[in-house]
């Protein structure tokens, strides 16, 4: 899986990062300050980008973590199969793979979409 | 560790959480020696409750240890607050050790509670207090943010503005004379927070704390109040604080026996539930 190793310290909300092997998006990074003695801790809270889940993590700043790498990529639906599920051809590749369409977003053939993909796994952007 | 509290993170019903939160105590300081002094005074307890048939190391309570308190009182809450939520996403319940009174608002905002009940001498209802927001006279003020309803039981003091804010729907006040005929009504889908500032007990029985109030509760009007709450089965977090070291051990003793109590009783609820 394409992925990269920073340190907790270098991420912010916003960011990508693995936890529990999940591809996760941070929603919430706070930190605790060290004292004279022990180091600095930081708790991220995130979503997973494919699963939605919420996840936490608390970690010493200066911990090695996974950031995996997300592409963000660009569609057009070429046919819609079901309520949640659509053909979208890729428009940089041109390669049609088929999508399952987030519940409150309703896509017509020729809607072009963005989405986000990591190997096999994609999600449309509302 | 809190005595009796030797289960696995990964399988406690409850955690302990040490907050040593003391920078806006605006009499007498100490607050930070709180989450230390009431595991040591608990350690003459005994394991067994026999009102309940029940031994404190059978209930799944783990000690998360203490989340160490700097001077920035709203970062240090920021962060307070995801430990906590950590707590409720393992499906446990918070039992947080003060530090003075603000912390339970990271309590009250990882619960958001339908309900906040506190037992405590002082309304806490201030907008601020000397400038500061987070001052530990704005407790319930902060807590009304996340909560629809505040229960203040045994205040018996605050200013002529907390008292009109008091007034309001939203909050009920019960003397410390009320107490021992109040019983909780919360409806059936109603979550509850309970905070106990040790200051609602008369200074008498808990002299170990920042700002004592004369007039107030018994400790077993308090243990009946903790327990009539408990028993409802509502709670999804609690808290003991304003507990210092500046007395003999009174203080954190009723403090360390009202967070076994509240858990006795709560876990004998969830038991019957099953």
């Keep these: ?29 706070s930190t605790a300050k060290p004292g004279k003695h022990g180091s600095a801790k930081a708790r991220i809270e995130a979503e997973g980008v494919f699963d939605g889940k919420k996840r936490s993590l608390s970690q010493p700043v200066d911990a090695k973590i996974w ?52 190997e096999e796994q994609r999600k449309i952007l509302e | 560790m809190f005595p009796g509290a030797s289960a696995d993170r990964e399988e406690a019903e409850y955690v302990v959480v040490g907050a040593p939160l003391d920078v806006s105590t605006t009499f007498q300081p100490g607050a930070r020696f709180g989450p230390e002094r009431i595991r040591r005074f608990a350690r003459t307890y005994d394991d ?38 950590d707590v409720r996403w393992d499906d446990a319940v918070p039992l947080t050790l003060g530090g003075e009174h603000t912390v339970t608002i990271a309590g009250v905002r990882a619960v958001d509670p339908d309900v906040f009940v506190c037992l405590d001498a002082h309304l806490d209802l201030r907008e601020e207090y000397d400038g500061n927001e987070l001052s530990h ?12 309803e505040a229960l203040i039981l045994g205040a018996r003091t605050g200013s002529e503005a907390e008292y009109e804010r008091a007034a309001e729907a939203d909050v009920t006040v019960v003397p410390p004379e009320s107490v021992g005929e109040w019983s909780p009504e919360f409806d059936a889908d109603e979550s509850v927070y309970l905070s106990v500032d040790i200051d609602g007990a008369d200074p008498g029985f808990a002299p170990g704390t920042g700002t004592m109030e ?48 509240f858990v006795f009783a709560d876990a004998a609820v969830a038991d019957s539930d099953d």
């Design chain 1, 1 to 29: 899986m394409a992925k990269e190793q920073k340190e907790v310290r270098d991420l912010q909300e916003g960011n990508y990062v693995m936890i529990d092997d999940a591809a996760c998006e941070i929603n919430a990074y």
């Design chain 1, 67 to 118: 950031v995996p790498i997300i592409n963000r990529k660009q569609g057009q639906v070429v046919s819609v199969e079901s309520d949640d599920v659509a053909q979208v051809m890729d428009l940089e590749t041109y390669d049609t793979i088929t999508i399952k369409t987030p519940g409150d977003v309703s896509l017509s053939p020729d809607d072009e979409i963005e989405y986000l993909e990591m």
């Design chain 2, 48 to 85: 067994y409750d026999a009102r309940t048939d029940r031994h404190f190391s059978d209930l799944g309570v783990h000690d998360h240890g203490d989340v160490r308190a700097w001077d920035d009182a709203a970062e240090y809450l920021e962060y307070l607050e995801g430990v906590l939520t």
């Design chain 2, 137 to 148: 006279a704005t407790v319930t003020r902060h807590a009304l943010d996340a909560a629809d």
């Design chain 2, 214 to 261: 004369p007039f107030g509760l018994t400790p077993r009007e308090m243990r009946d109040a903790v327990r009539d709450v408990a028993d409802t089965g509502a709670v999804e977090g609690f808290d003991v604080v304003e507990v210092n070291d500046r007395d003999d051990g009174q203080a954190a003793a009723l403090g360390g026996k009202l967070l076994r109590e």
